[in-house]
């Protein structure tokens, strides 16, 4: 159960992760309301979608807002957030269909405004970080903790593996490589391909551009 704090008309949930999948529903003078406005605070607060009348739909924040007073729900906390542009191809690294389940594809895409390509950096320790998803919450992931050149790169719930936590070293003007901490293998673009849907995976490291990474703020 989701633990909440009011405040005046504020009533702050705490930690959900993956998608927000259950109403909140709040009462006025005028009778009940759930609507939402983007909040100046949050220049990526994400959009809120009814599924159905009895389910919300809220890509992941640290902690939602609800404003009883305003009749406002607003993601609040997490950030910044950048894309990961490949210098070979200039696209970006994009979580297939802006899917939120575990195990969607981590491909590159024509760079957008997506929640599905904007990433967080959450420090694990050592000088890596963790690569979260803004739309899902959930961490860029070797599959099956895999030591094997090739193997896919995917999303997947944080849960503290070594093979989510991932190197920045610095290449130079800007790019990086992403160094998987279990395997000490980069981010790949597979084959060196410009086209887009072309997976990530984990090889060696080496001097190709399909390996260096440009941190854009979102």
Known sequence: ?????????????GSLKGRATRLCR?????????????????????????PTSTTMDLP??????VDTAAGTVTGVGGGPYYNL???HSGRCVDVSDNSAADGAVVLQWDCG???????????????????IAEHSGK??????????????VNQYRCNGGTNQQWLLQDQGNGYYHLVARHSGKCLDVKDGSTANGTRLIQWP???????????RNA
Not at 1 to 12: A, C, E, H, V
Not at 60 to 65: E, F, G, N, S
Request: contains cysteine; hydrophobic residues 30%.
């Open 1 to 13: 159960m989701l633990q909440q704090k009011r405040t005046g008309s504020n009533i702050f949930l």
């Open 26 to 50: 709040a009462e006025s003078s005028a009778g009940p309301f759930l609507t939402r406005r983007p909040s100046t605070e949050e220049p990526h607060a994400p959009s809120l979608t009814f």
């Open 60 to 65: 992941w924040y640290p902690q939602i807002a």
């Open 85 to 87: 542009v490949a210098r």
């Open 113 to 131: 405004t997506g929640l599905n390509q904007q990433w967080r950096l959450s420090d694990a320790g050592g000088g890596y970080v963790q690569v």
């Open 139 to 152: 961490c860029m992931d070797v599959s099956g903790a895999s030591t094997a050149d090739g193997a896919d």
């Open 205 to 215: 490291c080496g001097t190709g551009g399909n390996q260096q990474f440009q941190k």
